[in-house]
């Protein structure tokens, strides 16, 4: 997109699973302004249609994560330069092309902001509540303001790890309140 998203609302729940603390399933809409959408959703249940995909709404069209576009006859994708159609082998292909000619890639700041990106989406769907980007990266005062997870690297090293209670999952909308299964 050359840009983050503005915001994130989302939804999801767990409809089979039995151990840990998270859900089955995900939809996330991300609102990256000008009227441009994000959908990204996945679903991880044994013996389903399990798909994980995004699909990029726009005014003009739509563009699926595979790139096939639909919409307004006369908005046009260029071609991509790539050697392969396969995303994961292009991007090695691109690694090894860039070490190799001097110039190698960094893709630090990309790969971090899409981290934040999913995390966000994550909290939206966790809490229910649509998540700002600015409330990640420049509120102070936002509960989501340098949010971190509660085992850091140093709770591992030292063996100070509490897991998570098992068959319990967050209730959107209900604070911190977790549901016990079963």
Known sequence: MGRTPLSAVGFGGRARRETGNSFD????????GKN??????CRQI?????????????????????????GDSSVTVPEPASDTNNESVQEMID??????????LNEARIVAEATATAVMG?????????????????????????????????????????????????V??????IRRRG
């Not at 441009?36 to 959703?41: A, D, E, L, T």
């Not at 939206?124 to 509660?150: H, I, P, Q």
């Not at 959107?172 to 309140?177: L, T």
Request: with cysteine; hydrophobic share 30%.
């Open 46 to 70: 044994s013996g389903c249609f399990n798909r994980v995909g995004e699909e990029l709404r726009g005014s003009k069209g739509v563009v699926y994560g595979g790139g096939k576009l639909k």
């Open 122 to 170: 994550r909290i939206a769907c966790y809490t229910g509540k649509m998540v700002r980007w600015s409330d990640l990266m420049e509120n102070e005062n936002s509960e989501w303001f340098n949010y971190t997870l509660g085992i850091s690297a140093e709770n591992f090293e030292t063996g100070n790890v509490t897991l998570p209670v098992e068959n319990t999952a967050p």
């Open 25 to 32: 399933f995900f939809s996330v809409d991300l609102d990256y």
């Open 95 to 104: 690694m090894i092309r860039g070490v190799r000619s001097g110039n190698p």
């Open 172 to 177: 959107p909308g209900d604070g911190n309140r």
């Open 36 to 41: 441009v959408h994000i959908h990204s959703q």
